[in-house]
């Protein structure tokens, strides 16, 4: 974003300079400034793809673990990754009154906050229903020690308004939800 608008401001200022100088420089100096801004767009759009055995071999020296395949229908390789889903359960204790259980919410999403800015979580939510699970999160970490000890860290569970059972649970890179 610095390259565009640095970009910008020198093609203004170019603008202001050809502006005192006949007109077939202007169009000239005008036409090769386009195309520097455009060259320089076009470099800052083009994102970097990386081929699944990079990503493989990176996830791989983070320590975490992955496996591969081939889909029969597409021919594409499908590299899968192992994430830890965190089941957020109705603890022992839910005595706490009104507002410390929403000050204790409100702790509770700045926890999920951060774990998102720091890549740890991916998606996280609570359920529909009353029943005893009352949410998940999907740790993006490479052991189930570390999920357990980044859920075990929410405001929650340190309150026991609510516990945590971990599971292994494997996705496929790059895929969303539908």
Same mark, same amino acid.
């Given at each position: ?10 093609? $203004? @200022?170019?603008? !202001?300079? $050809? !502006?005192c100088k006949?007109?077939? +420089? /202007?169009?000239?100096v005008i ?12 470099? $800052? ?26 889909? /029969? ?25 009104? *507002?410390?259980? /929403? ?13 998102? *800015? ?21 740790y993006n $970490? ?10 075990? !860290?929410?405001?929650?569970? +340190? ?17 969303? @939800?539908?």
């Amino acid at each position: 974003m610095e390259i565009i608008k640095r970009t910008a401001s020198v093609f $203004v @200022l170019l603008l !202001a300079f $050809v !502006a005192c100088k006949n007109e077939s +420089k /202007e169009t000239e100096v005008i036409s090769e400034s386009i195309e520097d801004v455009k060259d320089t767009i076009e470099v $800052v759009k083009k994102p970097v793809v990386k081929t699944m055995q990079q990503i493989k071999e990176e996830l791989a020296v983070k320590g975490f673990k992955t496996f591969d395949y081939v889909d /029969e229908k597409t021919q594409d390789t499908i590299l899968m990754q192992q994430y830890f889903m965190a089941f957020l359960k109705s603890g022992p204790i839910r005595s706490q009154n009104e *507002e410390e259980a /929403e000050l204790l919410q409100e702790a509770h999403l700045n926890h999920l906050g951060k774990m998102y *800015e720091l890549g740890y979580a991916d998606i996280s939510g609570p359920f529909g229903d009353d029943g005893d699970i009352r949410g998940i999160t999907i740790y993006n $970490v490479p052991t189930q020690k570390m999920a357990d000890s980044l859920a075990n !860290a929410d405001p929650m569970v +340190k309150a026991g308004r609510l516990i945590i059972e971990i599971h292994p649970w494997w996705a496929a890179k790059g895929f969303s @939800l539908r």
